[in-house]
């Protein structure tokens, strides 16, 4: 029987607020339990996405560490490619950068959000790739290293993928980066709307581009238990910048009218019917998240990532793992 739990690969999200002295353990464990991947965030106020990636890869071994995402107004280029370029040297083959216009507001309340985030994107990604090959970047708009070459480069640039949303952004996506990762909740339907726009600004012939999801996850012995630990996690899709993720939901129109009535985020996911929960997350037993998997790498999906939910998320993780054990119907 095909496993169809490992039609691709499985990742967990290192959750951002994890106690710091659970972190290292979180990432040993993750390894150790069998997934292929382990992402790490930078969101504001939180913690650093260069300085993570650097610790656990020095407690762990195997497993793939994803930056997800570094946003590009925040770091000079020119400086993020020797981090990125010491982190590849010193594990080669085992990180993957993500890169993106970060969160509005955040950039916004920092002061670093440019008049044209699309071409300072666009700059950006290009600068870095040609900067880790050991070529001069060319002078942009936003971005300008002169004739810099780095000393120190890798002997192979790890992949850049780009953490966007809207339709152009996809678009500039398939033109200058190697793939996607698409923020949660990334079911089947949106991640074949993304596909398409990412190849309507692909150079022909090229390669098939990485597609790295997220979704807020949870296994427990019913549906139910596990529906009602992902709810909470739930509470931001009712506002404008998750629109892209439901657009393609046939209860798309529903749920804006429900976070309209309802008086807070936290009211919204409350009031979240059962069946949206299942659709908007992958949390259920450990079958029907194990098919939840299955189906996002059907839709093109190369890169299924949980973000473990609930208070106690080394337990989660454990929990998610079962998910990985068997084909469904085993």
């Given amino acids: 029987m ?5 039609l691709g690969r499985v990742g967990v999200m290192l959750p951002r607020d994890l106690p710091v002295g659970q972190l290292l353990d979180f990432a040993v464990r993750a390894e150790k339990l069998g997934f292929d991947e382990l992402w790490v965030v930078e969101d504001l106020g939180y913690r650093g996405g260069i300085a ?7 407690v762990t071994s195997r497993i793939h560490v994803g930056i997800g995402i570094l946003p590009a107004a925040v770091r000079n280029v020119a400086f993020a490619a020797m981090e990125v370029a010491t982190l590849e040297q010193l594990h080669p083959g085992r990180i993957t950068v993500g890169l993106g216009h970060g969160m509005p507001g955040w950039m916004k309340q920092v ?3 440019p008049a044209s985030p699309l071409t300072l994107l666009r700059e950006y990604t290009e600068a870095l790739r040609d900067l880790l090959r050991g070529r001069t970047a060319a002078a942009g708009t936003y971005v300008r290293t002169a004739d810099l070459t780095l000393e120190e480069i890798p002997d192979e640039v790890p992949p850049l993928l780009l953490g966007v949303r809207g339709p152009r952004s996809l678009e500039l996506t398939g033109a200058v980066a190697d793939g996607v990762i698409l923020a949660e909740p990334a079911h089947p339907t949106y991640i074949a709307d993304a596909l398409r726009h990412l190849a309507a600004g692909a150079p022909a012939g090229g390669p098939a581009p990485q597609v790295v999801t997220y979704d807020v996850a949870a296994v427990a012995e019913t549906d139910q238990a596990a529906w009602a630990t992902v709810r909470p996690a739930l509470a931001p899709i009712g506002e404008p910048d998750w629109r892209p993720h439901v657009a393609g939901l046939p209860f798309a129109d529903d749920l804006a009218a429900l976070r309209a ?3 807070s985020a936290q009211e919204f996911a409350a009031r979240l019917p059962d069946e949206w929960v299942a659709e908007l997350s992958l949390a259920g037993t450990s079958e029907r998240v194990r098919a939840g998997i299955a189906a996002r790498h059907r839709a093109g999906a190369t890169s299924v990532v949980l973000t473990p ?3 106690d998320r080394v337990a989660a993780l454990d929990a998610l793992a079962t998910a990985l054990e068997a084909p469904v119907g085993a």
């Avoid at 095909?2 to 490992?6: G, H, L, M, N, Q």
Wanted: aromatic share 4%; glycine share 14%; hydrophobic share 35%.
């Fill in 309 to 311: 939910t609930g208070p």
């Fill in 111 to 113: 002061d670093v959000w």
């Fill in 52 to 58: 993570q990636t650097a610790a656990v890869l020095g």
């Fill in 2 to 6: 095909t496993d169809t739990s490992r």
């Fill in 261 to 263: 009535a309802s008086g």
